[in-house]
Structure formats: structure tokens, C-alpha cells
T-cell receptor, first 115, second 114 residues
Framework: AQSVTQLGSHVSVSEGALVLLRCNYS??????LFWYVQYPNQGLQLLLK??????LVKGINGFEAEFKKSETSFHLTKPSAHMSDAAEYFC?????????????FGQGTELSVKP | DTGVSQDPRHKITKRGQNVTFRCDPI?????LYWYRQTLGQGPEFLTY????????KSRLLSDRFSAERPKGSFSTLEIQRTEQGDSAMYLC????????????FGPGTRLTVL
């Protein structure tokens, strides 16, 4: 069965500091991996996705993530945090062989950005 | 492209009542997904449609839940005899069948069962 684990339910950084949100996955087949962001009272917005092409994936708003098969990780980073980055971030996995495309989400990491 | 819309945005009901939510996907998207998100958790998959066919249902979808997409466009999710444990955000997403890895989410319907 596929699953994701997000390490740290809350992460706090100062504005301008590095953002690092951790995600480890478990999958018996090659996975697709995703990061979504959710602002209060809104739906989820796709930040970036890994679909077995380049292992370093660049997304919107300056975020990027690196797929590391040996570590079963897909951590999300941003070099310099902005106040507008404060939100809930979800890592998700979808097995490649699944025709349905259903997403399996982690529990989320709330990012706070201090001025 | 007006995005995925959901109605209502908020619903408060008493235990035992029936509720129905509506989702309008992006117009050209033939796949439609329902997820449930409880407080402090990530979304959980409930079911998905390709056109009007319901192709997969999670075991989370008890007999009290039913979803339809009669004309392959909008979808409804009905919960009968609501329970307090049904309180959650119900999210709808849509995608093209050829690109299920790119799902667009609606704003959700927040259900509170008193």
C-alpha cells in the first residue's frame, strides 16, 4: 500500500530563511509524488509534481523538491521564505500503475513565517 | 476556465438529517474526484468518476454516502442520516482522463453536524 509521512506538523521560519518541509513515501511501485498548498478556507493548489522525469522538480512560487529513491524522500524547499508562504502544505503520492489517479495525502505541515 | 466550484461552501445540519453537496468541475474535465478532510488531517479519497461512470469507491464511503454524476458534468454527494463524525471539509477535484496527475481542487464544502 502507498503512504506518505510528513515529518513535523508545524514548521516555523523567519522571513528570508530557508524553508524545508519533509516528506517520505512508501510505495511498492514507482510513484508519482506531489506537493499541494492550502490557504485558510480554500481548496488545494498544486505546487509541483514528480512523474518520473527529472528528479529535481521546480514548482510555482519559487518552491522545488527533489525525488530521492534511495531515501524514499521528496522534501520541499524554498531558499527564502516570504510572509505569503504561510499555509498548510500537503505531500501526496499516487501509484503510477493506478489508472484512477487517486491521491494519498500526508497529514500536512503548517508553515508559519515570522517577520 | 472558471475553476472547480462547490456549493454550498458551508452547511450546518442536525444529526440524522440528509445533506447534498454539488460540485461543478472544469468544463472539459472528464474525471471528477471527491475527498474528505477532517480537522488537522490530509484529504482522504472517497470516490471518482470518469464521465458518468463511478469507477472506484473507498471503503470510507459507507452505505449512507452516495455520489452521482448523471450527465458526466456536475456531481452530487449525498449523506443520509448524518452523524457527528461526518463533520469535515468535502473537497471536489477534476482532471482530464489523460492527465490524472494534474487535479484541480475546488474550495470545498465545510459540513458541521450538530
Amino acid at each position: 500500500a502507498q503512504s506518505v509521512t510528513q515529518l513535523g506538523s508545524h514548521v516555523s521560519v523567519s522571513e528570508g530563511a530557508l524553508v524545508l518541509l519533509r516528506c517520505n513515501y512508501s510505495s511498492s511501485v514507482p510513484p508519482y509524488l506531489f506537493w499541494y498548498v492550502q490557504y485558510p478556507n480554500q481548496g488545494l493548489q498544486l505546487l509541483l509534481k514528480y512523474t518520473s522525469a527529472a528528479t529535481l522538480v521546480k514548482g510555482i512560487n519559487g518552491f522545488e523538491a527533489e525525488f530521492k529513491k534511495s531515501e524514499t524522500s521528496f522534501h520541499l524547499t524554498k531558499p527564502s521564505a516570504h510572509m505569503s508562504d504561510a499555509a498548510e502544505y500537503f505531500c501526496a503520492v499516487s501509484p503510477v500503475l493506478s489508472q484512477g489517479g487517486k491521491l494519498i495525502f500526508g497529514q500536512g505541515t503548517e508553515l508559519s513565517v515570522k517577520p | 476556465d472558471t475553476g472547480v466550484s462547490q456549493d454550498p461552501r458551508h452547511k450546518i445540519t442536525k444529526r440524522g438529517q440528509n445533506v447534498t453537496f454539488r460540485c461543478d468541475p472544469i468544463s472539459e474535465h472528464n474525471r471528477l474526484y471527491w475527498y474528505r478532510q477532517t480537522l488537522g488531517q490530509g484529504p482522504e479519497f472517497l470516490t471518482y468518476f470518469q464521465n458518468e461512470a463511478q469507477l472506484e469507491k473507498s471503503r470510507l464511503l459507507s452505505d449512507r454516502f452516495s455520489a452521482e454524476r448523471p450527465k458526466g458534468s456536475f456531481s452530487t454527494l449525498e449523506i443520509q442520516r448524518t452523524e457527528q463524525g461526518d463533520s469535515a471539509m468535502y473537497l471536489c477535484a477534476s482532471s482530464l482522463a489523460r492527465a490524472p496527475d494534474t487535479q484541480y481542487f475546488g474550495p470545498g464544502t465545510r459540513l458541521t453536524v450538530l
